[in-house]
Structures are given as structure tokens and as C-alpha cells.
């Protein structure tokens, strides 16, 4: 084959071109945990890190009806993670899009303050309106109002939106703006803040995977101009999960914002107590995750120690479900041990490429015992897991390289049996109105879906 040659330039250029991509082109950790060290998990409360025989008491008393050794995963977690517990909180489900953006707008209502938003994708639409008019009238109330929002996620959003809300003294920050000249702080086009956060006077916080938008405003329940069709024709809604949280667990919430405000040199905040003291609210244990390029992959790590030490059940709800062969291999091994694991996955999905990207790993994790649900009802938006019925993640990160190499992403680990039966709850329902994929179904699939898996694997790091 006669490959023609480029001219000498060009050919420097193409070879430096992809020599920065093979440069960019970050791994993910291998983890290999090991029996801890320590006999107790660190766990700190409203006065700092509890003494050993305190927090053995503590986790011993709290996870006296775990089936899962919940303080030896908690140990091995911590080792992967360098992360500790924080004991007294209180932990609220939010199951769909109407009920969060309700308590959102009703804790926001609350502030006498201040009020820390950080979303992805902040719409000019009915909700995203709403909000922005009631986030105006708490800055006229005396609130500080401070608000980042990811460049990428809003590119959409008209600037004079953003420009409505300063003009009223709240303060807003693009993160990582997509014109370089514009950026302040630290400037990567390819690292995004993915993050969901609103922080009310310090004292309660909202996270999860849902934005200001009244796409996610509408659960399987409702229809709205963003509503997508099924696999039947049918129009569905959007599907989606988020937590309420008061306890000492929000400061570190807290400092996840004002830390990223400073790293893109958002200007001195506006005085007010960010960091109130914080009495216990609830008997939950939280380990936060706060997820950047930088870092050291926490919330990757969290999640494979987790599924690789559950001895009963893995259920997993992943909105853009392309995972490494690390994870793939741990989840295949567990269902090999006799572990019951399912995964809930799109059935319908805003990003057909992601979709197939992640079809490309069905044949294997099959093979291996997983099963494998899509939802049919809604276009599934999730990024939770609950394993063993009492550790349980709710976040930001999706299962994919860019949620755990390039963005910022922010996740909770819960490890409490009580809150793991209302996410089993959650699973379940989601598992009634989604169909499984079959192995032998799966075997005879179109071949043009095999072509599309394929090409789709190809991009999967860049997804």
C-alpha cells in the first residue's frame, strides 16, 4: 500500500499532535486492597477525630445490624482513599427530578446566610428561571449568593442570564471557560466540572446527579418538550437521584466549593459564617469524595474495594456505564463468587455513542453471571450503587474514564443499613419498569450494533 507522505511541517505537526494525546492519556489505578493495618476506621465528629475506642464503640454500635462487615470495608476504603468517616448526619433520599428541585428551592427559600450553588448545567428554562429568580431575591434579601457554573455544561445558557444575576450582586463564576483569554484560575479545556452542589448557611447540603434544568425536573411521571422516546415509541421522562444532608458531613461539602472557587480565582467571597459549627442531626456515617484530574481517583477506588468485598448483592444505577477492564473484572468476579450483581442501565439515553460504548462490555459481564436491566420508563440520569444492602454511593461521577480522570466530580459513600433499604427501595423500583438483557438475546443482536459497539470503543477514553 503506497501511504502518501505529508509535507515536512505537516507531518511534525501530526506526529506532535498525537504525541499529546498518547501524553494526556491518563490510566486509572490499579487497586489492590489489603488487610488493613488498624483495627478501627477514622471517624471524626463535631469536634474533630474520635479516639479510637470511641469510634470503635461508635461504628460498632451504629452497624450492629449490618449483614456486611461494614468496619472492615470501611477500613479498607479508608486505606484506598485516605478519606475519613464523619458520624452524626442526617441523609434524605431524593428519588426523581420534582421532588429534588421542591426541596432545593425550599432550602434555598430558608437561607438567611448564604447559599453556594455549583451545577453543571444551569438552563434558561422554567426551572432554571425559577431558581435564578429566587436565588435574586435572597442576594436582595441580604443572602450571599455564590454560584459556579461548568463553561461546557452551559455553553447553551445565553450569557445575559448569568449577566441578570450579577447585576442583582450575586457572584458568578464559568468555570474553565472555553475561551482561554477569559479564564482566571487554572485553565484545561478537557477538565470539567461535573459537580452538583448547593451548600444553605453552611448547614445543609443537596448532591447528587441532577442540574438546574427543567429537563431534570421531570421524572418518569411528567412530560416536558425534553422527553425522549422508548424503544416502543413511547415518550418518556428523565430519571434521577440526589440526597439532602445536615450534619457535620457538609463542611467538607462546604470546602469542596470554596476550594475550586479559589483554584478559578473567583474573587474574595462575601462575608458570611461558611463554616458554622455543626451539631449532630442524624445517626448516618458519610465519607465524602471529592473527585478531580489531580487527585487520586477516590471515588474510583471507593467503588472497586466496595464491589470487589461484597459477599451478598451489587446493584448499580449508571446513566453512561463505559467502565475499565478493572472494574469489569471486578464485578465479573463477584457474580462468579455467588454475589447477586445488577446493573439498571439506560434503555433510553441523550448519548447514543456513550450507549453503545458501554454495550460493548455486555457480552462479557454476561458471561460472567451479571445481569443487566435497562430502564424503559425514562432516560436514566442515576449515578448510584448500593452494595450489600448498606454501602451505598450517591454522586456526580458516572462509570466512564472522564468522570474519574478529567472532571471534578463529587460522590457520598453512606454506610448505614437503614439508608441502604430505602436505596434498595429506589433499585427496585427502577429494576420493575426496566427489561433484562439475556445473554442468548444478546448473542443474536443486529450485526449493525456490533459495528456501533466497536466504533464506539474506539473513542471510549474520550467520551
Not at 452497624?63 to 462487615?69: F, I, V, Y
Not at 454476561?366 to 445481569?371: I, S, T
Amino acid at each position: 500500500m503506497n501511504i502518501p507522505r505529508l509535507p515536512g511541517w505537516r507531518s511534525r505537526l501530526v506526529v506532535l499532535s498525537l504525541t499529546l494525546v498518547l501524553i494526556s492519556c491518563k490510566s486509572l489505578p490499579e487497586v489492590d486492597p489489603i488487610s488493613p493495618a488498624k483495627a478501627t476506621p477514622t471517624v471524626a465528629g463535631t469536634k474533630g477525630v474520635l479516639a479510637p475506642k470511641q469510634a470503635s464503640a461508635l461504628v460498632s454500635k451504629r452497624w450492629a445490624n449490618a449483614s456486611a462487615d461494614l468496619k472492615n470495608l470501611a477500613l479498607m476504603e479508608e486505606q484506598a482513599t485516605g478519606v475519613p468517616l464523619i458520624a452524626g448526619n442526617r441523609v434524605s433520599l431524593l428519588f426523581d427530578g420534582p421532588n429534588t428541585m421542591r426541596a432545593m428551592m425550599d432550602g434555598a427559600r430558608a437561607a438567611t446566610s448564604s447559599i453556594n450553588l455549583e451545577t453543571y448545567i444551569f438552563d434558561q428554562d422554567q426551572i432554571g428561571n425559577e431558581f435564578a429568580d429566587l436565588l435574586i431575591e435572597k442576594q436582595r434579601q441580604g443572602v450571599a449568593v455564590n454560584i459556579m457554573v461548568d463553561a461546557v455544561g452551559a455553553i447553551a445558557t445565553p450569557a445575559a442570564f448569568f449577566d441578570r444575576m450579577r447585576a442583582a450582586g450575586i457572584r458568578v463564576v464559568i468555570f474553565n471557560p472555553v475561551n482561554p483569554a477569559k479564564a482566571k484560575g487554572n485553565w484545561d479545556l478537557n477538565q470539567r466540572n461535573h459537580r452538583k452542589l448547593m451548600v444553605v448557611d453552611g448547614k445543609v447540603a443537596f448532591t447528587g446527579g441532577i442540574n438546574i434544568s427543567s429537563t431534570y425536573a421531570n421524572s418518569s411521571l411528567f412530560r416536558s418538550k425534553y422527553k425522549k422516546e422508548n424503544a416502543d415509541g413511547k415518550k418518556v421522562g428523565w430519571r434521577d437521584t440526589h440526597v439532602r444532608i445536615e450534619g457535620p458531613a457538609v463542611a467538607p461539602l462546604q470546602w469542596s466549593f470554596v476550594n475550586l472557587w479559589v483554584q478559578q480565582e473567583g474573587g474574595e467571597l462575601p462575608k458570611a459564617e461558611y463554616f458554622p459549627p455543626l451539631a449532630p442531626a442524624g445517626d448516618k456515617l458519610i465519607r465524602v469524595l471529592a473527585g478531580n484530574p489531580e487527585g487520586d481517583s477516590d471515588i474510583y477506588k471507593a467503588l472497586v474495594v466496595a464491589i470487589g468485598e461484597a459477599k451478598k448483592s451489587i446493584h448499580i444505577t449508571s446513566a453512561y456505564f463505559v467502565p475499565d477492564q478493572q472494574i469489569v473484572d471486578t464485578l465479573a468476579a463477584a457474580a462468579q463468587r455467588g454475589v447477586d450483581v445488577r446493573l439498571v442501565l439506560p434503555g433510553v439515553s441523550d448519548h447514543s455513542l456513550i450507549r453503545y460504548a458501554g454495550q460493548g462490555f455486555y457480552d462479557q459481564l454476561l458471561k460472567a453471571g451479571v445481569k443487566i436491566f435497562e430502564l424503559q420508563i425514562a432516560v436514566l440520569h442515576a449515578k448510584t450503587a448500593v452494595i450489600d444492602g448498606a454501602w451505598s454511593t450517591i454522586g456526580s461521577a458516572n462509570i466512564d474514564r472522564r468522570s474519574f480522570l478529567h472532571n471534578y466530580e463529587l460522590n457520598v459513600v453512606v454506610m448505614d443499613p437503614a439508608f441502604g433499604r430505602d436505596m434498595e427501595s429506589a433499585f427496585n423500583e427502577d429494576l420493575r419498569d426496566s427489561k433484562e438483557v439475556t445473554l442468548e438475546q444478546w448473542k443474536h443482536r443486529p450485526w449493525m450494533d456490533r459495528i456501533r459497539e466497536w466504533a464506539a470503543r474506539l473513542g471510549e477514553y474520550w467520551i
